[in-house]
């Protein structure tokens, strides 16, 4: 008796050998995409900030910008820090450290999102798809450029996984697992408390009548972890709020507007997804998944976007929408015979999701790269050059004062003052002044200044940055500083951008800073030219700043 092609069994594999291939493919996705990011040799300028304070916690210097300073709280990501700085203490090297704490937590989270669907043999190739999403993702661009965020989405995701998996699945388990979970990501990142409540929140959502069973606990681990954090600030740093909210703290309207194209951009496959599985039975995911996304956009009106550089702490949400979508498919279709048919639309499911993956990586790593063609602009490599001529010159005991707090004092070692404020609680307070300067004595002077209404994202911030400019121009003007290099870019024929380096004249090695900083041909990469002599760009730049003329 013949039977129809939709009515014939498939020949599914055994459950364990699904997994097993599903896992191998997966770890094989994600080390070519670790081995590709590792081309680049240099870490962005944010990233190398907090590799510096890796170095300093690896190599026993202790939890410091500056060896022999006062404890600073200038790093963004501290669990991952602390993760990279143990293996700097194995004698690997901070940059290095921080891509395999960052690639691990990407192939980690990737399989879990890979598990959450996969446990129906049917649902695998669903499952590949979103979590090639996720590998496929902008963590291939924060681990391009050195950034740690991979570890707070991994946090995130597995206290996620943990809310969706029992309670959709009528679990009754007693909540201490999530409990911990979103405890632990309140200790991660400083607006991990923030994702917590989203959880909370999106428990009462899920199932309103079990849902206590994981809010009390839930409430008692994010209280503990805040008061944990409370206390280690307050008795580290002398302060409750981290050096980075205090500075870019503030209402500001524009970083929600750019907050929701992030969210948009990073949960629209999942929600996609999500929103087609959304059957009755699978209905309250869909919407107990918007309330973290959404507290957590629009939490970030309350920061400058300037601390969100990328997206990449809201990364935990694509994540999120990822498992939810991956759970909502289990849910619908737990039960359900496999065949010919069903199989079939899995797999145009995954060709649409797989789809999705493709128009996320493009956007969000390839259109990066495409705007930006010359790849050592993200990687900084003009400064990291700079770097390493000054390295040389670290054990004489030199010191900077700078703007950018992250690759020059990285790369090399110099005492360093980050007169934007990350690092000095001071300065964050109440800006740089001469005072402060004149304390510190700086043997290099180093700025990057910009056009009105480009340094910083938002206009209050952008005028205190051009301030702290005009009073970094005034000082060197006034004390006995030379102009030892001067890069501007002036492709649009007026000078929209400088990085300028001033040396104290009686410092003795003025002439060898000098000749560090000077004559950087990969500042012609950035779009800058050499223009030290130059009385048209040196006026322009007064002009700029609103600083004395020279």
């Keep these: 008796m013949t039977t129809s092609v939709a009515q014939t069994q498939l020949k599914i594999p055994r459950r364990g050998a699904v997994k097993r291939g599903l896992w191998l493919g997966l770890l094989c996705v994600c080390a070519a995409a670790a081995a590709w990011a590792a081309a680049n040799a240099h870490p962005i300028e944010d990233a190398a900030l907090t590799l ?26 501290p669990a991952a820090a602390i993760a990279a700085a143990a293996l700097v203490r194995l004698g690997i090297a901070p940059f290095s450290a921080m891509r395999v704490v960052a690639a691990a937590a990407q192939v980690a989270t990737a399989g879990l999102i890979a598990w959450i669907g996969g446990k129906e043999d049917r649902l695998s190739c669903v499952s590949l798809a979103a979590a090639l999403i996720f590998a496929f993702g902008p963590g291939l661009l924060y681990l391009f450029i050195g950034y740690a965020t991979p570890v707070f989405a991994l946090v995130a995701a597995a206290a996620w996984s943990l809310l969706v998996t029992d309670l959709s699945a009528q679990d009754e388990r007693d909540g201490t697992r999530f409990a911990a979970a979103v405890g632990a990501l309140c200790l991660s990142r400083p607006e991990g408390n923030i994702l917590a409540l989203g959880f909370v929140g999106a428990a009462f959502a899920l199932n309103s009548r079990r849902a206590a069973r994981y809010v009390a606990p839930a409430i008692v681990f994010i209280l503990f972890a805040e008061l944990l954090l409370a206390g280690a600030r307050i008795a580290w740093f002398g302060s409750l709020v981290p050096l980075a909210l205090r500075r870019k703290g503030g209402l500001h309207w524009s970083s929600l507007l750019t907050s929701s194209w992030y969210a948009l951009q990073f949960c629209a496959p999942g929600l996609l997804a999500l ?78 999701l797989t789809g999705a993956a493709y128009w996320q990586a493009r956007f969000r790593l390839f259109d990066v790269l495409s705007r930006n063609p010359d790849w050592d602009w993200l990687a900084c490599e003009h400064m990291a050059e700079i770097g390493r001529r000054l390295a040389s010159l670290a054990p004489k005991g030199l010191r900077m004062a700078t703007t950018e707090d992250g690759i020059l004092p990285f790369y090399s070692q110099w005492q360093a003052m980050d007169t934007w404020g990350l690092n000095d609680p001071r300065i964050a307070e109440h800006g740089v002044s001469a005072r402060l300067l004149a304390e510190w004595r700086p043997d290099l002077i180093m700025l990057n200044i910009d056009r009105p209404g480009v340094a910083m994202p938002e206009p209050d911030l952008d005028a205190e940055w051009l301030s702290m400019c005009r009073v970094l121009l005034n000082y060197a003007r006034s004390r006995n500083y030379r102009l030892a290099a001067l890069y501007i870019d002036d492709s649009n024929k007026w000078v929209t951008g400088a990085d300028v380096y001033y040396v104290r004249r009686d410092s003795l090695q003025a002439n060898a800073i000098a000749r560090a900083v000077s004559r950087v041909p990969e500042y012609s990469i950035f779009g800058m030219r050499e223009a030290t002599r130059d009385p048209k760009a040196l006026n322009e730049l007064a002009r700029l700043s609103g600083a004395a003329r020279p």
């Design 275 to 352: 929103a087609a599985f959304s059957w009755p039975k699978s209905k309250r995911l869909l919407w107990a998944t918007l309330i973290p996304v959404m507290l957590f956009t629009v939490s970030w009106a309350l920061v400058s976007m300037g601390q969100n550089y990328f997206g990449r702490y809201q990364y935990p949400l694509l994540a999120i929408s990822l498992i939810s979508a991956c759970a909502a498919a289990e849910m619908v279709h737990s039960g359900i015979e496999v065949r010919a048919r069903n199989s079939a639309w899995a797999l145009c499911l995954a060709a649409v």
């Design 52 to 77: 510096r304070y890796v170095l300093h916690l690896g190599t026993g210097a202790g939890w410091r910008y500056n060896i022999g300073g006062p404890r600073t709280d200038g790093v963004s990501d």
